[in-house]
């Protein structure tokens, strides 16, 4: 079992950065892909950003050039660098990580609200 703890959300104005950062209990070498997940209020979980164990990345369209993905599998982390915030990039990030077909592990999600 892992545990995903999400940290760096906030509140912010539109135009701001935030880093956000996912801490796993164990170690993230075994996870082929880790990614970032975006739940807006209302919405439905959307794919956000991922990156493989060999540091290939993977952007939705919507943060695409705003957003860097990267992880440290020696400190156990992933983060996502957040910068030209929006008001729709509010809502809760969540860390996920995927272990085969059949294991899926996600943190709680930290909180992250844009203002105009």
């Known amino acids: 079992q892992v545990q995903l703890v999400e940290s760096g959300g906030g509140l912010v104005q539109a135009g701001g950065s935030l880093r956000l950062s996912c801490a796993a209990s164990?170690?993230?070498?075994?996870?082929?892909?880790m990614a970032w997940y975006h739940q807006a209020p209302g919405k439905q979980r959307e794919l956000v950003a991922a990156?493989?164990?060999?540091?290939?990345?993977n952007y939705a369209d919507s943060v695409k050039g705003r957003s860097t993905i990267s992880r440290d599998n020696a400190k156990n982390t992933m983060s996502l660098q957040m910068n030209s915030l929006k008001p729709d990039d509010t809502g809760v990030y969540l860390c996920?990580?995927?272990?085969?077909?059949?294991?899926?592990?996600w943190g709680k999600g930290t909180l992250v609200t844009v203002s105009s």
């Open positions: 164990a170690s993230i070498v075994s996870f082929n892909v």
């Open positions: 990156i493989t164990s060999g540091g290939s990345t």
């Open positions: 996920n990580a995927p272990r085969g077909a059949t294991v899926n592990y």
